[in-house]
């Protein structure tokens, strides 16, 4: 806690804050960083601060004097670089309904200097069932030991893992003892069935202990099976996670696990899932999820909305800076701000016919909310509202290109869905005819290795009448990486 | 509402591709002309004699296929690219363009061979790792390479001759 904080900023509130905001925000923050329970230095310097910023923003009096020594607050529009693109200028009047596709784009803004690494608190949830025993154990192992030496003196680590029950490995804290935990992970043995609800709750109340804004809160559960009868409690779980400003990324080894799970966990929480078939490729993975938390501008964005009657918000997908599938219902987790690359969202909206005599039609309707790594102050939410002409006559516009790009590269993605919803519902034929189209497509990117995977897949479909575990999984995760690898460079 | 050229889907007005089979919907057409010096480079060096004047190559201008051998000429339409390739028995794909009724096995035509497309205002071809190759005027072509081409070129599929033809 370097930076000279306002009294506000010290509680985590905004400036118009009502009296029971300050109370409740005075007894969490001191409830955290009372001198009884508080382990790192400085802490009870925080807390006597603390202390004195309730005591002057709890008297009316004392407040109105402090406040009108305070420098005017930062508005928060120049926090975030937005930028909205719609596939078409205009609506049409039609007695049919309509699709209009909207790329909204959120970066770092280039005149704000980029912030320090922000402090995180990190939880490492890994998967010990039996099924882990050999190659798998012993590369998660050495990753998480590798990752606990990453660790800044500030950053807070935490090691869960889990079997038949979860088991906590490092409690929360800083990296001190290294060598000591890092024999308490060699020590690990793995044993037992897979119950992800067990582990991901003891990472919660690991993570939660030391939950603060203004840093990267976040959960990476590592398995390989598939978790029965406890999903809908870990989705419970997530989205109490989310409401705390916790994001959970998976992390899916191998064929046998439940990608759609990890996929929901991590679409309500701001997370990303990703795959891995391979051993050798956990490290790396993993290595690379580390490195962009490490790099976070902004933590948690997160768009509450409102759909207008006659609106149908029919896909929301996030391409960028880690591809996958967003929640289409408020409020959307759309995860991290990162310093390299810009947030894009892609959305399709459904529009019904509307009244003649109506001249706009509003899409959506909403605020976007950030917390920054490096800033203790919360920022005001951002209003968002996506406002479309309607006119008589179609307009001859084309759209950006930057949307169709972005809509074939997602077209592959979707592809694959629709083939996996047809087989759900016992179209076979379809879902092999789709397939077959997606390998065409992806043979003419010069996709051949996946291409074939395709095939091969839809051969499957027509014999066992369900997709291959591994798979599935290899097409889905195949799909969303060229959404976000090989970018194509063409001049517009 | 939309009827999608290629698989007769019907998609909603404003979609930009098909949902069933992913073809393009929409006419991307740019109204500026991008001059491209390696055009006109190749323009020099080709056998001006051969061919009328070509005309750039517009994403509304039509192409055609002259299959040189049979004297046959195959318009194309309404996408912006186009898989060349020979359907087989019990294979699933079946490309744009099936020159199978051209004897394509006997030429060494691979089931999926070379694709053809629209670039912004231009024409490319590129090989899909066939077999026995594309050639471009007698130059064989890298896989996996868009390489411009221009009204009268003649490419090889393996040994079947198709001279290109836009309009």
Known sequence: MTKKQDFYSLLGLLRDACAEDIRQAYFEAARRFHPDKNTSPGDTEFFLGIQEAYEVLSNPKKRVKYNSTLSPEKPADILLDQRVLFSRQSLIHLAEPQLIYVLMEFSHPANIPAPLAPSLNLCLVLDSSTSMQGVNMDV??????????????????????FSDR???IIPAGHSTELKKMEARIHMLQPSGGTEIFSGLEMAYNEIIRNVYHAQVNHIILLTDGRTYGDEDKCILLAHRASEQGVGISGLGIGSEWNDNFLDDLASCTGGSSMYVSRPQDIQKTLLEKFTRLGSAYAEETRLDFKIPEGIELHYAFRLQPEAGVLSFESPMMLGPIVREASLRVLMEFVVQPHPVQQKTVTLLDGKISISLTDELTPTRP??????????DEASTDIPSAEIVEALLRLKLYRLQEQARLE?????????????????????????RDLARTVLL????????????????????????ALLTSGRSTEEP | MIICPNCQHKEMSGAIYCSECGAQLIDMTIATHRINTSETRQEAQRDSSRIQPPPPAHLQSRISLNMIESGQILPLADRTEFTLGRSAKDQPIVPDVDLSPLNAYANGVSRLHAVLKFIQDQIVIMDLDSSNG??????????????????GDVIHLGKLKIQLLIE
């Open chain 1, 140 to 161: 998660v192992k050495a990753t998480a030991i590798q990752i606990m030496r990453k660790m800044k003196p500030q950053d807070i680590f935490s090691v869960v893992a």
């Open chain 1, 166 to 168: 979860a088991e906590e």
């Open chain 1, 382 to 391: 951002i209003p968002v509202r996506l406002i479309r002409p309607i006119a």
């Open chain 1, 423 to 447: 087989v759900t519902a016992g179209e076979y034929d379809q879902a092999s005819e789709h397939l077959h189209r997606l390998a065409t497509h992806l043979l003419s990117q010069g996709e």
């Open chain 1, 457 to 480: 897949e839809a051969e499957h479909i027509q014999q066992n009448k369900s997709f291959s575990q591994q798979g599935r999984k290899e097409i889905k995760y195949g799909t969303r």
């Open chain 2, 134 to 151: 594309t050639y471009l005027n007698g130059s064989r072509l890298p896989p996996f390479v868009d390489t411009l081409v221009a009204h």
